[in-house]
């Protein structure tokens, strides 16, 4: 007997999973220019001072990166490419986190993990034992490591040098990473990808944005949309000859149940799907499991 009602779907797991659901099913959708713009609005400062996200311009054009390797700069969840009325360009690095079953975790949660990964790796260096290499998974270690891409990007000859590439093009990183000389490779898709983005920020820092997804924002006991930067090592506020990194002026963030309620406001019906197989690991609350 032939289905008259077929259903076909698709279900990807934790916050790899409603990220593509989400970025997908926005593309897909006739008001996506709309969308990309009303999520971008939920985006809060990390810092106190911090002016928000852009936004009073109307966005043109988007492109979006999933997933897209930086060789040992690491990995991306995504990448936002966006182009507005004004004429100006925006690229956002976007990295997600989830409790994944361990109850709640808030921007200070994984920002006090990265202080004390940092220290233990920064001892193990100096006793040249083996490192915790979970540290380079830990948010702000990650987006440290955009940072000091763009970095890279922002060079007046780097450009030239993925166009041709010969010359590899090498960064010093402090002594708690678990990579303490770390490389943009020979991979042409990575150079490719790398190569489009220098092009669409074209030197300017201002343009490039730093975003997190995670289940709550700064704890309740730290100030509002403030997060301690001044905690980390020196090594990661500037390098050996002087020159600054731990750059955190456009770090912002976005929690997990602001973007489900924007899905449902939306009418983003597959990416709710998505949100509801991974609840538990999401937001850690109770519900119901359907046996099969």
């Not at 032939?2 to 999973?17: A, F, H, L, M, Q």
């Not at 926005?26 to 002016?51: C, I, Q, W």
Request: with cysteine; aromatic share 10%.
């Amino acid at each position: 007997m032939i289905n008259d009602n077929p259903k076909v779907d698709i279900i990807g797991y934790s916050e790899r999973g409603i990220v593509s659901s989400f970025m997908y099913e926005m593309v897909m959708n006739e008001n996506a220019l709309n969308l990309f713009s009303g999520f971008l609005e939920k985006y809060e400062p990390m810092r106190e001072d911090e002016k928000p996200l852009k936004n009073d311009v109307k966005i043109t054009d988007v492109k979006v990166l999933l997933e897209h390797s930086f060789s040992d700069f690491g990995d991306a969840d995504v990448v936002l490419l966006l182009k507005t009325s004004a004429g100006s360009n925006l690229c956002i690095f976007i990295e997600a986190k989830v409790s994944n079953g361990t109850g709640k975790k808030s921007l200070s949660d994984h920002f006090e993990k990265f202080c004390k990964l940092d220290e233990k790796n920064r001892e193990a260096a100096r006793k040249k034992t083996k490192k915790d290499y979970k540290f380079s998974s830990n948010l702000f270690t990650q987006m440290y490591h955009k940072n000091r891409l763009v970095k890279i990007l922002l060079d007046k000859d780097c450009k030239k040098l993925l166009e041709k590439p010969g010359k590899v093009i090498e960064r010093e990183f402090p002594s708690s990473s678990t990579k303490t000389l770390r490389k943009i490779g020979s991979n042409d898709v990575v150079l490719k990808t790398l190569h489009e983005i220098c092009c669409h920020i074209n030197k300017d820092k201002d343009q490039v944005w730093y975003l997190a997804l995670v289940s709550e924002g700064p704890c309740e006991e730290i100030p509002c949309k403030k997060i301690p930067f001044d905690k980390v090592h020196d090594d990661y506020k500037k390098d050996k000859k002087g020159e600054h990194y731990w750059d955190v002026e456009h770090y912002g963030y976005i929690v997990w149940p602001t973007i489900e309620e924007f899905c449902k406001e939306n009418g983003l019906q597959k990416t709710l799907g998505v949100f509801e197989h991974n609840r538990l690991l999401i937001f850690k609350r109770p519900c119901k499991i359907k046996r099969i």
